[in-house]
């Protein structure tokens, strides 16, 4: 392993393929990075059985055994501060998450959006372009900060919006440039901390 690898943790709630396109850029012995651990908020998650096929260590925090969001959070951190990421990397993980909880991880955590930000946060995004008549759409890479999908961006790629589009269709150009897209801006992400 290379000496100066940067320690990533990923949280997710889903699927998981942003987190298997991180992981399988780890395996490269010139990238940069080693996924640490990998969260899920829920449990069940299609990603935490691609963790466990890529070897990563994983384990569920689900909001659903708190009473509250503060308590979830706190969980949350412990584990994560025991992990000692440099990184963590937000992928498919649906929950905004509070100044306080982002305090100690400022610069340093980051998610990505199916949407070229600042255009259509939230949800339902290529839904969202498609309505909007938009002729490119595309996804974002972006620190984290208390509002939702508002940090700043470190990297966006973008793809035509074709006629005939629905939104899976939009979904399944987009989603192929996510898996490009998370692992290149991470790495610019880790160069620039210098970890
Ligand atoms: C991706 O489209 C990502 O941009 C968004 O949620 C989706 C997660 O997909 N934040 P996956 O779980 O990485 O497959």
């Given at each position: 392993m290379n000496a100066k690898t940067a320690r990533v943790a990923v949280l997710i709630s889903g699927r998981g393929s942003n987190m298997v396109a991180l992981a399988q850029?780890?395996?490269?012995?010139?990238?940069?990075?080693?996924?640490?651990?990998?969260i899920s908020d829920t449990y069940g998650a299609g990603g935490l059985a691609r963790a466990d096929e890529q070897?990563?260590?994983?384990?569920?925090?689900?909001?659903?055994?708190?009473?509250?969001?503060?308590a979830h959070e706190a969980a949350l951190s412990r584990l994560l501060a025991a992990c000692e990421p440099d990184v963590i990397c937000l992928a498919g993980f649906m929950r905004i998450l509070s100044a306080e909880f982002l305090?100690?991880?400022?610069?340093?955590?980051?998610n990505i959006h199916p949407s070229l930000l600042p255009k259509?946060?939230?949800?339902d995004t290529h839904a969202k372009a498609l309505a909007a008549g938009d002729t490119e759409h595309g996804c974002s890479v972006h620190h984290v900060t208390p509002?939702?999908?508002?940090?700043?961006v470190i990297a966006q790629a973008r793809v035509p919006v074709l006629a005939g589009d629905t939104s899976?269709?939009?979904?399944?150009?987009?989603?192929?440039?996510?898996?490009?897209?998370?692992?290149?801006?991470?790495?610019?992400?880790?160069?620039s901390l210098g970890v």
């Open positions: 850029a780890c395996l490269d012995p010139d990238y940069p990075a080693e996924i640490v651990t990998v070897g990563i260590k994983n384990l569920v925090v689900a909001r659903k055994d708190f009473s509250n969001k503060q305090a100690p991880w400022q610069g340093r955590i980051i259509h946060k939230g949800l509002g939702m999908d508002e940090g700043p899976d269709t939009l979904a399944a150009r987009v989603i192929v440039e996510e898996h490009k897209l998370y692992p290149h801006a991470l790495q610019m992400l880790i160069e």
